[in-house]
């Protein structure tokens, strides 16, 4: 006789949406709508299958409520995005950057590292101008400054950050696993504040423009010593606390990244198209960014702003195609964006610390998100190479 375990249904659908929505197919679980509909309950390994598969704990499927779930750190999403749980996808993300920050901050009170002068240096007070030339100053970054590709153009950004002190990590997945995709609609990054190991994620499933103005808004968060979770910064529309911060890290971002002084005298909109593509790839940003700065520069009116704005936002939404995962522009090395995905300086410090012995090779593993010792010494070998 088939021994089957009694779960709570309710966690299951919960479970089972939060998978769907996630583009985890569950297929495979022929009886899932029974079990949904507590018709039947499922044997203890398939529970354990539907647990891995959905990266709910096993745990979960035995309480007697849906469990519910909040993020770490101050959410300044949207407010429709805010009103649903956040997905585990996230979570386990905001996580494992936790641990790895925990660990970086701790590797540096050893050697006596000094406090990072950039975190809690501002106010929302500060104005914007002041504080993107302070940032721009801090991570030693050139607007404007010539790159082959917006790919090499967000490297070259992420490294300045990274020169600062400042932990960078930019993924499309969690951790190193090709089923486990974020959603750029759910968020766009967040902000983890150390006053040794300050720490940003970019969600690398968003285009690249969009991921380099996250980084400097993320960077805005360090620079007011607020953490939390971002997304779709250029419309904020939540509580007025909340939506002061996120404006005043919008108006920084920009300003870094398209300062007042780099701005054409004339810009002709008669034909908006064209004219913001070209800033937009001068300066490694979206059009709506470059829109929106010649608007706070005082070179459109509110309802000229308005206009373009909203035909550009559709055109873009028009033409929006599925970026491809960062393994497939790598050219088939993991190697090639693994240093992106869990930062330079911290996979570095990581490795020697564990070749040293100050480190456990499991814990490095686990830090680096990798499982083998062919793959962490692979890891190594490319840093040291480039």
Same mark, same amino acid.
């Given at each position: 006789?088939?021994?089957?375990?009694?779960?709570?249904?309710?966690?299951?659908?919960?479970?089972?949406?939060?998978?769907?929505?996630?583009?985890?197919?569950?297929?495979?679980?022929?009886?899932?709508?029974?079990?949904?509909?507590?018709?039947?309950?499922?044997?203890?390994g398939?529970?354990?299958?539907?647990?891995?598969?959905?990266?709910?704990?096993?745990?979960?499927?035995?309480l007697?409520?849906?469990?519910?779930?909040?993020?770490?750190?101050?959410?300044?999403?949207?407010?429709?995005?805010?009103?649903?749980?956040?997905?585990?996808?996230?979570?386990?993300?905001?996580?494992?950057?936790?641990?790895?920050?925990?660990?970086?901050?701790?590797?540096?009170?050893?050697?006596?590292?000094?406090?990072?002068?950039?975190?809690?240096?501002?106010?929302?007070?500060?104005?914007?101008?002041?504080?993107?030339?302070a940032?721009?100053?801090?991570?030693?970054?050139?607007?404007?400054a010539?790159?082959?590709?917006?790919?090499?153009?967000?490297?070259?950004m992420?490294?300045?950050?990274?020169?600062? $002190? =400042?932990?960078?990590?930019?993924?499309?997945?969690?951790?190193?696993?090709?089923h *486990? @995709? &974020? %959603?750029? #609609?759910?968020?766009?990054?967040?902000?983890?504040?150390?006053?040794?190991a300050?720490?940003?994620?970019?969600?690398?499933?968003?285009?690249?423009?969009?991921?380099?103005?996250?980084?400097?808004?993320?960077?805005?968060?360090?620079?007011?010593?607020?953490?939390?979770?971002?997304?779709?910064?250029?419309?904020?529309?939540?509580?007025?606390?909340?939506?002061?911060?996120?404006?005043?890290?919008?108006?920084?971002?920009?300003?870094?990244?398209?300062?007042?002084?780099?701005?054409?005298?004339?810009?002709?909109?008669?034909?908006?198209?064209?004219?913001?593509?070209?800033?937009?790839?001068?300066?490694?940003v979206?059009?709506?960014?470059?829109?929106?700065?010649?608007?706070?520069?005082?070179?459109?009116?509110?309802?000229r702003?308005? $206009? =373009?704005?909203?035909?550009?936002?559709?055109?873009?939404?028009?033409?929006?195609? *599925? @970026? &491809? %995962?960062? #393994?497939?522009?790598?050219?088939?090395?993991?190697?090639?964006?693994?240093?992106?995905?869990?930062?330079?300086?911290?996979?570095?410090?990581?490795?020697?610390?564990?070749?040293?012995?100050?480190?456990?090779?499991?814990?490095?593993?686990?830090?680096?998100?990798?499982?083998?010792?062919?793959?962490?010494?692979?890891?190594?070998?490319?840093?040291?190479?480039?």
């Amino acid at each position: 006789m088939v021994e089957r375990v009694a779960v709570n249904p309710e966690v299951v659908a919960w479970a089972a949406d939060a998978a769907s929505a996630a583009d985890i197919h569950l297929d495979r679980f022929a009886k899932l709508e029974d079990w949904i509909e507590g018709l039947l309950d499922p044997t203890f390994g398939q529970l354990q299958d539907f647990a891995s598969t959905t990266h709910v704990p096993l745990g979960y499927f035995f309480l007697d409520h849906v469990p519910e779930e909040h993020l770490p750190v101050t959410d300044f999403r949207r407010r429709e995005v805010r009103g649903s749980a956040p997905s585990s996808a996230l979570l386990d993300t905001i996580a494992m950057c936790s641990e790895r920050q925990d660990w970086f901050s701790a590797y540096l009170a050893r050697l006596g590292a000094d406090p990072s002068p950039l975190v809690g240096s501002v106010t929302t007070s500060t104005a914007p101008e002041t504080a993107a030339g302070a940032i721009s100053d801090a991570v030693g970054y050139a607007a404007g400054a010539p790159s082959a590709t917006q790919q090499d153009a967000m490297r070259h950004m992420v490294e300045a950050v990274e020169s600062s $002190g =400042i932990m960078v990590m930019v993924n499309s997945l969690v951790g190193n696993n090709t089923h *486990r @995709r &974020l %959603d750029s #609609d759910e968020f766009q990054g967040f902000t983890l504040v150390d006053s040794l190991a300050p720490l940003v994620f970019v969600n690398g499933s968003d285009t690249k423009n969009a991921q380099a103005f996250t980084l400097f808004h993320e960077v805005a968060h360090v620079a007011l010593g607020i953490p939390g979770v971002s997304s779709s910064a250029g419309s904020p529309d939540h509580d007025h606390d909340l939506a002061e911060v996120e404006r005043w890290c919008n108006a920084v971002a920009g300003r870094v990244l398209v300062p007042a002084a780099m701005i054409p005298a004339r810009v002709d909109l008669s034909n908006p198209e064209p004219t913001l593509e070209a800033l937009g790839r001068r300066f490694h940003v979206s059009t709506l960014v470059v829109l929106r700065r010649l608007y706070d520069e005082g070179r459109l009116t509110w309802d000229r702003f308005r $206009g =373009i704005y909203l035909a550009e936002e559709a055109r873009l939404r028009a033409i929006a195609v *599925r @970026r &491809l %995962d960062e #393994d497939k522009s790598s050219g088939g090395n993991p190697y090639y964006v693994w240093p992106y995905r869990v930062g330079r300086r911290f996979a570095r410090a990581v490795i020697a610390d564990a070749r040293e012995g100050g480190t456990l090779y499991r814990d490095a593993y686990r830090l680096l998100s990798t499982r083998t010792t062919r793959a962490f010494d692979g890891f190594a070998a490319h840093l040291e190479a480039h």
